[in-house]
C-alpha cells in the first residue's frame, strides 16, 4: 500500500495478481494502459487523497479509498471532459520552396531599365503623363497614373536603388507565395498604396514616381505573411511571436524608407500598410502549388 499522497503499483507477478487491502478499496476506474491510469492517478493526488493502480485481466485498476470514491468520480470526469482533444495536433510548419524564383524579378529589372531608356528618350513629356500626378487623378481622371508612376524614375541612381533591392524582396515575395498570387498582391497593394498617398495630398501639387513604392509594399506583403503564421496555435502567447515579424518589417522601412533626398516618406509608409495587410489576409501559397 502506497504512503497518502503517492500512487504506487503493487508487487505482484502477473495481471492477476492483488494485494492485501485490495478487497477494502474501492474502484474509480480502469484503463487500458499503465500510463493512462497514472496520469488519472494525478487528479487522485491532486484531491489529497491516496490511490493505487493495480493490473488485472480487464486493464489497469485506479482504487481509491471508499469515503473518496463520489468525488474522485466527478474529479475524473472533469478531467476526462477538459482534456478531450488536448494536446491539438501538431501543426505542420509551412513548406519553404527551396530556390528563390528570380526569373519574374529580372524581367522586372528589364522593362524597369527600358522605361527609363524611354525617359531619357523621349524627355520630360513621357514623365509628366505618366507619374503619379494627385490632380491628375482626381480632377482630370488621368486613371492610368498609379500603374505608370511604378515604371518611371527619376535618375539611374533611382532606377539602380529600386532596381537591385527589389530583385531579392520580389524572389523572396515570389518563393513564400506561389508566384501568380505574389505579383497579384503586389500590384494590387502597389496600385492602393499610390491612390492613397494621393488622397493624403489631396489639393496640392503632389507628383511621385518610382517602383519604390512596389519595394515597400513587397516588404509589407512578407511581414503581413510572416504575423499571419506567428498566429498558429502552441508556444509562446499570439502576440508575442507577432512583435519579432512586425518589429523587423517596421525597422527596415525606417532604414530604407526614411532617408535620402527628395524621399517619398508617405508612399513608402502607404505602400508598406497596403502590403502589410494584404499579407496578413491572404494565406501564402508555396511555390508550385497554385
Not at 491510469?37 to 487522485?44: C, T
Not at 515597400?216 to 511581414?223: D, Q, R, S
Request: aromatic content about 8%.
Amino acid at each position: 500500500m502506497s504512503r497518502r499522497g503517492e500512487a504506487s503499483q503493487p508487487a505482484g507477478e502477473g495481471p492477476a495478481d492483488g494485494f492485501a487491502g485490495e478487497a477494502a478499496l474501492a474502484e474509480a476506474g480502469v484503463y487500458s494502459s499503465e500510463r493512462e491510469a497514472l496520469q488519472h492517478s494525478l487528479v487522485i493526488l491532486a484531491m489529497g487523497r491516496s490511490c493505487w493502480t493495480v493490473p488485472s485481466g480487464r486493464g489497469w485498476r485506479l482504487l481509491v479509498e471508499p469515503d473518496a470514491l463520489a468525488h474522485a468520480l466527478y474529479q475524473l470526469s472533469c478531467y476526462d471532459r477538459e482534456s478531450h482533444g488536448w494536446p491539438p495536433p501538431p501543426v505542420p510548419p509551412p513548406r519553404v520552396h527551396g530556390r528563390m524564383d528570380f526569373a519574374p524579378s529580372l524581367l522586372l529589372a528589364a522593362t524597369l531599365a527600358g522605361c527609363h531608356w524611354a525617359q531619357l528618350r523621349a524627355g520630360p513629356a513621357l514623365t509628366d503623363l505618366g507619374c503619379m500626378d494627385g490632380r491628375g487623378l482626381w480632377e482630370r481622371r488621368e486613371l492610368w497614373r498609379p500603374l505608370t508612376a511604378l515604371f518611371l524614375h527619376a535618375d539611374l541612381a533611382h532606377l539602380a536603388a529600386n532596381g537591385i533591392s527589389g530583385l531579392f524582396i520580389f524572389a523572396s515575395l515570389a518563393t513564400a507565395f506561389s508566384r501568380a498570387r505574389a505579383w497579384l498582391l503586389l500590384l494590387c497593394s502597389s496600385l492602393a498604396a499610390n491612390v492613397a498617398t494621393s488622397m493624403l495630398y489631396w489639393g496640392t501639387e503632389y507628383r511621385s514616381l518610382g517602383a519604390s513604392t512596389a519595394v515597400f509594399a513587397a516588404l509589407g506583403l512578407l511581414t503581413g505573411a510572416a504575423l499571419r503564421e506567428s498566429r498558429r496555435p502552441g508556444g509562446r502567447p499570439a502576440w508575442r511571436r507577432m512583435v519579432i515579424p512586425l518589429a523587423s518589417g517596421v525597422g527596415l522601412l525606417g532604414l530604407f524608407g526614411s532617408g535620402g533626398f527628395q524621399t517619398d516618406l508617405a508612399a513608402h509608409l502607404c505602400g508598406f500598410l497596403a502590403g502589410l495587410t494584404g499579407g496578413f489576409l491572404v494565406r501564402p501559397v508555396p511555390v508550385g502549388k497554385a
